[in-house]
């Protein structure tokens, strides 16, 4: 395909997305919630009172907080307790990213198995807010909500670009070609441009833009610490084979991001990958994967 034809497909692509772009829409919840946390005045009470009636996202939240990886030293059973060990803004950005991630399901088919998608991010998600922490870098929350939503373009594709979708797939697994090559050949753009134009529309915070964005290859980040942790999360998954979601097969190591987070080399990082293998395992097991 000549560069013409790819400049057309992704300026079609583009003008579909302008009118994704105003989803999701925020829930009542989700408003309320980033309301009250703008006001200075705002007691755990109150918040405590707007997300207990959603029941869903109150049972995500009481999961995500007792999750092995998610690393809080004591149970939390109620919203209470969790926004108090949490902290206001780390609630906020759950709630955000668990908003985002609602908004874009769609019903599973042979393409696309949602709860394996799901399981997929928040394993990204926790596994990236722990390692981070055990690196001394801290970006926990922050690594948390990246490593959640860096597939982000993915369920957009499948909701919005069925057709498209479908081929990409389908070109994957009989001809095996690259995901990147394979999405950039029917959408003119793949799945890290996709989020990433979303992102920006939505005027999420540059870190979460840029990992969204180049979550595969963090060598062209500029050394960004965020999109290298979120990045070698990824390859863990996929070499652990925990959690591992099947559009990331042979997923490729950008061993720039090794420096960036303080691993001196692949042994080592095979080293530290086989560190987390039970942990990884006990996470999957865990009742945020068992609802």
């Known amino acids: 395909m000549d560069e013409q034809q790819l400049k057309e497909r992704r300026l079609k692509s583009e003008s579909e997305l302008v009118n994704v772009y105003n989803l999701p829409a925020m829930s009542t919840t989700m408003l309320e919630v980033t309301n009250l946390l703008d006001d200075p005045s705002t007691n755990t009470a109150d918040l405590s009172r707007i997300i207990g009636k959603d029941q869903g996202l109150s049972t995500k939240i009481l999961s995500i907080a007792n999750s092995p990886l998610y690393g809080l030293t004591r149970k939390v059973s109620t919203i209470d307790f969790a926004i108090l060990i949490i902290g206001y803004q780390d609630i906020k950005n759950i709630v955000v990213a668990l908003t985002m991630v609602d908004s874009f399901k769609n019903k599973s088919d042979k393409y696309l198995d949602q709860k394996e998608f799901w399981m997929h991010s928040m394993l990204a998600g926790t596994a990236a807010k722990r390692i981070a922490e055990d690196l001394g870098l801290k970006i926990g929350s ?3 909500v990246a490593g959640l939503l860096h597939d982000l373009g993915v369920p957009v594709m499948h909701k919005f670009f069925k057709t ?7 070109e994957i697994e009989e001809l095996g070609t690259p995901l990147l090559e394979a999405e950039k050949k029917y959408l003119g753009m793949n799945h890290q441009e ?7 529309k939505w005027h999420l915070p540059e870190h979460l833009s840029k990992v969204v964005g180049n979550h595969h290859n963090p060598s ?7 999109t290298s942790v979120v990045h070698v999360v990824d390859y863990m998954i996929e070499k652990l084979q925990i959690g591992n979601f099947y559009l990331d097969k042979g997923l ?5 991001a090794l420096e960036v987070i ?13 560190s987390y293998r039970e942990l990884f395992n006990e996470e999957i097991s865990s009742d945020l994967f068992l609802k």
Do not use: C
Not at 164 to 170: C, P, R, T
Not at 252 to 256: C, F, P, T
Not at 262 to 274: M, N, V
């Open 142 to 144: 922050e690594a948390f």
């Open 164 to 170: 498209e979708f479908e081929q990409i797939v389908n």
């Open 194 to 200: 996709i989020g990433k134009f979303l992102t920006d």
């Open 220 to 226: 062209t980040t500029d050394k960004d610490v965020l």
């Open 252 to 256: 490729q190591l950008d061993e720039s």
């Open 262 to 274: 303080g691993i001196s080399s692949t042994e080592e990082l095979d080293a530290f990958i086989e």
